[in-house]
């Protein structure tokens, strides 16, 4: 189910904002875990739909039946690329891939399969705006390098049964494929970190390598935090697990960096510990079941040679039956990413940097704008992004309407904006056409004007009629106004406008009131 | 079954004498090697005590803790420290016999699973569709002294 959307600066709530006592530095780096969209698994053929039965999408392999192989998944491969591709990796002509060894009831081998000395990509970088208006003047570009890109396997689901003192495990997640994206430890506080992954997943949706559904377990987010004070070396770090939305990214960084703070002023000692963030009680708690250091024995996976991708013109070995991965027939394939988005927009239609990243974050707000302007080019961008993100966005709000099961079209929109901007109705109007749209109202803007007689009144002989008439009708405000009480303008003002119902052209109004008024004083 | 095993001896023996080594593998030695390495080259033998004991079992969960099983550690210890006295230096390492092949893909179709009655045929304890599994990870319980020549004890 969508949320209502709301609107994107107002609804954030910047995380209370105490800032860190200037001598204290915080390290986060982040982990994530992102599930590729594929049919299959990455080393067998069982399916991956979501919320299948339990135990269904289970092959032999997945469920580590002796005498079964891993047998790599194109698909996953090129996902792995596209996205090391987008992040400006480096992407490694052979990887190969390892065993990651611990035991768990969701772990039926006993190991898992995974890249971790040779990955298949390497040194990529990812650039994101970092803005909470609460929090921040003004937005600033930041930049967190990405160690390495891996392909992976999931593990199985655990339900955990805790009066009978026992697991349920359900092997349909075990063997999904993931990709593991390390970043350096390079972010400061919580909301960089939401910021980072707030764009990755833009980008990730971008390319169609991964749904990003957190709330599917599709995007897991893990965080390495800890703190130091200026000049001395790092601190010990904890990691913080259990994240489930980018919100509760920002709130987990920040909760745990402010434990660390009061832990080590109050004398005590940071351990390095797993913590699972806890969204009830908001805060994170030790996990229990990982207490000791693990040690994963890592070795190479003996039945899988090294995965080899075609790079730089090469051309396929002759010997192997299927084709290669070839990474510089799918950079060409690669689609346009959000920053490229964001830079034509404001080198294109002029419209502002804070504007240009909300309309990229909501994919349905870009859409509309881009029906808006695609159809007729005389139409003020500026006046088009003004509607869609202040107005259109409350009047949703207000209903509890989301923007993706709303049935309205950029057609609509358009209009409105064009009866906007040739001055035939007022904001006021136009907010009372756009609600009128959201209900549901089959009928076009400009029929709606005609048959409510919503028309903008901007005839000045008509404007002074009624400004006359409201100063004659209200002499004592007009007589507390000439004693000095300006404040009693508005309530003219106000007054003018209820006579027109709200169709009057504000600025002439206020213009035509001031001069009569000031007459009037004058007298 | 002696006399064959000394008749192929013979057998073998002669022919590396002949030089007539293309019957062989070359990566056979033509004169017998006895010893690997130089032993003082060694590096020393590594002792067991009973932290890393106790570390090996949870980590592998085999139980080995007894002075037969850690003489056979040692010795496996030793047997690959003999490694350590061959000069590797400017050889690329190996990381499986399979390094020169390349990975086969496969393409991204649904070909298995739906077989949950075979997956969970084996499994001893399952509940409606689940498998069972005891609860976390039960930590071993440490014992005395793990160097005594008693048998192994069971643990879990």
Request: hydrophobic share 40%; with cysteine.
């Amino acid at each position: 189910m969508h949320l209502p959307l709301r609107l994107p600066h107002y609804s954030l709530v910047g995380v209370a904002s105490v800032p860190l006592m200037s001598h204290w530095k915080a390290v986060v780096g982040l982990e994530v875990h992102a599930q590729i969209t594929s049919t299959s698994k990455l080393f067998s053929g069982a399916g991956t739909e979501f919320g299948a039965p339990v135990n269904t999408n289970v092959s032999l392999f997945d469920a580590a039946i002796p005498g079964t192989l891993p047998v790599l998944n194109r698909r996953c491969v090129e996902a792995g690329v596209l996205t090391a591709l987008a992040l400006s990796c480096r992407v490694n002509p052979v990887s190969v891939f390892d065993r990651k060894h611990y035991f768990y009831a969701d772990l039926p081998a006993g190991y898992q399969i995974t890249q971790h000395r040779l990955p298949l990509a390497q040194e990529g970088e990812l650039e994101f705006h970092v803005f909470i208006p609460d929090v921040h003047h003004k937005p600033y570009i930041k930049k967190s390098c990405i160690k390495q890109l891996q392909l992976e396997q999931d593990s199985g689901k655990l339900l955990h049964d805790e009066e009978a003192c026992r697991s349920l495990v359900d092997l349909s997640r075990a063997g999904i494929p993931l990709m593991e994206l390390v970043f350096e430890p390079d972010l400061e506080d919580g909301e960089e970190a939401a910021a980072l992954v707030k764009e990755l997943i833009l980008i990730l949706q971008c390319l169609g390598t991964c749904s990003c559904k957190m709330e599917e377990g599709a995007l897991r987010v893990d965080a390495n935090v800890s703190v130091h004070r200026e000049g001395e070396p790092l601190g010990v770090r904890s990691e913080v697990k259990n994240i489930g939305s980018i919100r509760a990214v920002a709130h987990a960084v920040k909760y745990e960096i402010d434990r660390q703070v009061r832990t080590l002023e109050s004398g005590g000692v940071v351990v390095n510990e797993t913590r699972a963030w806890d969204t009830d009680s908001r805060q994170t708690v030790p996990m229990r079941d990982k207490e000791e250091k693990q040690d994963y024995r890592y070795m190479p996976e003996p039945n899988l040679p090294p995965l080899r991708v075609l790079l730089n013109g090469q051309h396929a070995i002759p010997d192997i039956k299927k084709d290669c991965v070839n990474v510089d027939c799918l950079r060409r394939k690669l689609p346009e990413l959000p920053r490229e988005t964001r830079e034509k927009l404001i080198n294109q239609y002029g419209i502002s940097a804070e504007s240009a990243v909300i309309l990229v974050n909501e994919n349905n707000l870009l859409k509309h704008f881009y029906g808006i302007m695609g159809e007729k080019k005389s139409r003020d961008p500026k006046l088009s992004t003004n509607i869609l993100i202040m107005e259109l966005l409350t009047i949703l709000n207000k209903n509890k309407l989301s923007l993706e099961t709303s049935p309205f079209s950029s057609y609509s929109l358009g209009e409105v904006v064009d009866l906007l901007q040739s001055k035939k109705v007022n904001l006021v109007t136009a907010r009372k056409l756009l609600q009128e749209i959201v209900s549901g109202n089959p009928q076009s803007p400009s029929e709606m004007v005609e048959k409510y007689g919503w028309a903008q009144i901007t005839d000045s002989s008509e404007i002074e009629d009624v400004c006359t008439a409201v100063i004659e009708q209200n002499p004592r405000l007009v007589e507390q106004f000439c004693a000095g009480k300006t404040k009693v303008f508005n309530s003219l003002v106000g007054k003018v406008a209820k006579i027109t119902e709200n169709r009057a052209n504000m600025a002439l109004v206020v213009k035509v009131l001031r001069d009569k008024l000031s007459k009037i004083q004058n007298s | 079954m002696n006399r064959l095993l000394k008749h192929n001896t013979t057998l073998i023996k002669f022919w590396c004498l002949q030089g007539n080594a293309r019957l062989l593998n070359s990566k056979i030695p033509p004169i017998p090697v006895v010893k690997l390495t130089d032993e003082n080259n060694l590096p020393p033998q590594t002792k067991i005590n009973q932290e890393t004991i106790e570390l090996l079992e949870r980590l592998s969960l085999v139980d080995f803790a007894n002075k037969r099983g850690i003489e056979r550690l040692e010795d496996a210890i030793k047997f690959a420290d003999l490694i350590r006295g061959i000069d590797t230096s400017g050889v690329e390492p190996m990381i499986s016999v399979l390094e020169d092949r390349t990975l086969y893909l496969r393409d991204d179709i649904v070909t298995e699973g739906n077989c949950r009655k075979e997956v969970m045929s084996n499994a001893a304890v399952t509940e409606e569709e689940y498998f069972v599994a005891p609860q976390g990870n039960i930590p071993l319980i440490p014992r005395d002294s793990l160097l005594n020549d008693n048998k192994s004890s069971k643990q879990k």
